[in-house]
C-alpha cells in the first residue's frame, strides 16, 4: 500500500471537552431524520439531546478504547470521526461531516488514512454500515472493504492490507 497523503489542509486532531458545542451542533445537523417526528420542537429537541448523550455513552461502553477526532479543513472544523485500535483489528465506530463538507473526498481520504494506518499495524480495518445508506456502502466497496456479515440493519464490512490479502484468501 503507498504511502497516503491527505488533501491540503484536511487533518485530524483529537477531540477535547471544548469541542462539545460543535459535536452536539454536529449531531443536530446529521440526525435531520428526527426531524421528521410528528411532534412540537421542544420535544424534538430533547429527542435529539437525548440521541446525542445515548451515543456518546454507548459507544463509551461498547468501545472503552475508543479514540475521538475532529476532523478540520484549514483549521475550521467540518467532522469527527471515533476510532477503536483493538489489538485484532482498527473498527471505524463512525464518522459524520457538516452538510457542507459532504460530497468533497474527505470522508474517503479520512478513511483511507486510517487504512494506512492499519496496513503499517498489519491489521485489518472493519466498519458497520447502514443498509439504508447506499453512498456510504460503494464508498467502502470502492476502498475495498467486502461484506462479512448482515446484521439488519446494518452490514459488517472489513477490509485487509495487502499483506494479509493473499493469507485471507487461503483460509
Not at 435531520?32 to 429537541?45: C, H, K, S, T, V
Not at 498489519?122 to 460503494?138: E, F, I, Y
Request: aromatic share 12%.
Amino acid at each position: 500500500m503507498q504511502k497516503f497523503t491527505p488533501p491540503k489542509g484536511l487533518h485530524i486532531r483529537p477531540s477535547t471537552s471544548s469541542d462539545k458545542p460543535f459535536l452536539e451542533k454536529l449531531h443536530r445537523l446529521v440526525r435531520q431524520d428526527l426531524r421528521l417526528l410528528d411532534a412540537d420542537e421542544d420535544f424534538i429537541e430533547s429527542v435529539v439531546e437525548m440521541q446525542f448523550r445515548a451515543q456518546t455513552e454507548g459507544y463509551g461502553a461498547q468501545f472503552p478504547n475508543a479514540m475521538y477526532f475532529i476532523i478540520e479543513k484549514h483549521m475550521e472544523k467540518i467532522g469527527r470521526v471515533c476510532v477503536d485500535f483493538g489489538v485484532n483489528e482498527l473498527h471505524l465506530i463512525d464518522i459524520a461531516f457538516l452538510p457542507q463538507a459532504t460530497g468533497h473526498g474527505f470522508g474517503r481520504a479520512i478513511i483511507q488514512s486510517f487504512q494506512y494506518c492499519a496496513a503499517q499495524s498489519g491489521l485489518p480495518m472493519s466498519l458497520n454500515v447502514a443498509q439504508d445508506n447506499p453512498a456510504a456502502k460503494r464508498l467502502y466497496l470502492n476502498l475495498g472493504f467486502m461484506v462479512e456479515a448482515i446484521h439488519p440493519p446494518y452490514e459488517e464490512m472489513r477490509w485487509y492490507p495487502p499483506a494479509m490479502t493473499a493469507f485471507v484468501a487461503v483460509s
